[in-house]
C-alpha cells in the first residue's frame, strides 16, 4: 500500500490502471478533463469551437482586456450559447471516462479540482463512484492529517472553478494545521512558478504562502505548473512538491519518498 499523487491528467486516465494498485490511496490534483492543452490549443474547447476560430477569439480577448475575457468565458458557457451544449456533454463525458477508471481500480481516491475542472459536473460523475470522492477539509489517511484546498486562483476568464486569493486564503484559515497539504495551485513564491515550456511563471497564492510560513506542514502536494523548473524546493519546514503532469509525463508521485 502507498499514499499515490498525481495532477493534471487532462483527459489521460487509462495508464492509472498499470499505476495504481487497489490497495493504494490515490491523490488527484485537479484539472482532470482535458478542456485545452495550451502546449498545443488541443482539447474539448478547441475541437468543439474550431482550433483556427478558437485560437483567433483567445488571442483578441487577451489583447483587449479583461471584459473581453469574461466575454469569451460567456460566449462558451453560458446556456443560451452556441457551444454550452457540446461542451458540457463532451466534458461529462470525460468525468464519466475518469470514474470508470477508477472503479475499475478499486482504489481510495480523493480529488481536489482545479482551474480546468467543472466541479458541478465532477461531483455528478463523482455521486455513482463508492470508491473516490471531492476532497476538502481535513482528512485522516493512516494516522497522517491532510487537507485538501480545491479550485485556483483567478485567471482572466474567471473561470467557474477559480476565486480570488482572499477567498482561497479563507478556505486555507478554515482547514487550520495539517501534517499534508493538497492543492492544485503553487504558492507565489518564484521557483514554485516557473514553466519552462511556456517560457513565463503562472499565478499562485500569495495567501497558500503565508499559510505554509505560519503553519510549516510537513509537505505541500500541488500541480498546475505542468513543466516546472523546479519539481521540489523547500520554503520554511515545508517541502513543496510538483506532481503535473500526468497527461504527458505520467508521473506518479509516492508520497514520503
Not at 5 to 13: E, K, N, Q, R, V
Not at 73 to 101: K, M, N, W
Request: proline residues 5%; contains cysteine.
Amino acid at each position: 500500500m502507498a499514499i499515490k499523487l498525481i495532477a493534471d491528467p487532462h483527459g489521460s486516465f487509462q495508464g492509472l490502471v498499470e499505476d495504481i494498485a487497489s490497495d493504494d490511496v490515490l491523490l488527484i490534483l485537479g484539472d482532470v478533463p482535458d478542456l485545452i492543452d495550451w502546449a498545443d490549443f488541443s482539447g474539448i474547447i478547441p475541437d468543439v469551437v474550431g482550433r483556427e476560430n478558437f485560437v483567433g477569439k483567445l488571442l483578441s480577448a487577451l489583447k483587449e482586456g479583461p471584459e473581453a475575457a469574461i466575454a469569451l468565458r460567456d460566449e462558451l458557457l453560458s446556456p443560451d450559447g452556441a457551444y454550452y451544449h457540446e461542451l458540457l456533454s463532451r466534458t461529462s463525458e470525460q468525468y464519466e471516462q475518469f470514474c470508470e477508471v477508477l472503479k475499475q481500480i478499486g482504489c481510495r481516491t480523493y480529488i481536489v479540482y482545479g482551474n480546468a475542472d467543472i466541479p458541478e459536473l465532477m461531483q455528478v460523475a463523482l455521486d455513482g463512484t463508492e470508491n473516490a470522492a471531492m476532497a476538502r477539509g481535513k482528512i485522516d489517511i493512516d494516522g497522517t492529517v491532510f487537507g485538501f484546498v480545491p479550485g485556483a486562483i483567478y485567471s482572466p476568464f474567471k473561470l467557474p472553478a477559480e476565486m480570488d486569493d482572499e477567498m482561497f486564503g479563507a478556505r486555507l484559515r478554515e482547514l487550520g494545521k495539517v501534517d499534508v497539504l493538497c492543492t492544485h495551485i503553487p504558492p507565489r513564491y518564484e521557483a514554485a512558478l516557473f514553466d519552462v515550456v511556456a517560457g513565463r511563471p503562472v499565478e499562485g497564492s500569495g495567501t497558500l504562502l503565508d499559510y505554509i510560513e505560519r503553519e510549516r506542514p510537513a509537505y505541500l502536494y500541488h500541480g498546475h505548473v505542468h513543466q516546472p523548473a523546479q519539481r521540489e524546493l523547500t520554503i520554511g519546514d515545508t517541502r513543496v512538491i510538483n506532481v503535473a503532469y500526468y497527461k504527458r509525463d505520467r508521473y506518479v508521485h509516492i508520497h514520503g519518498d
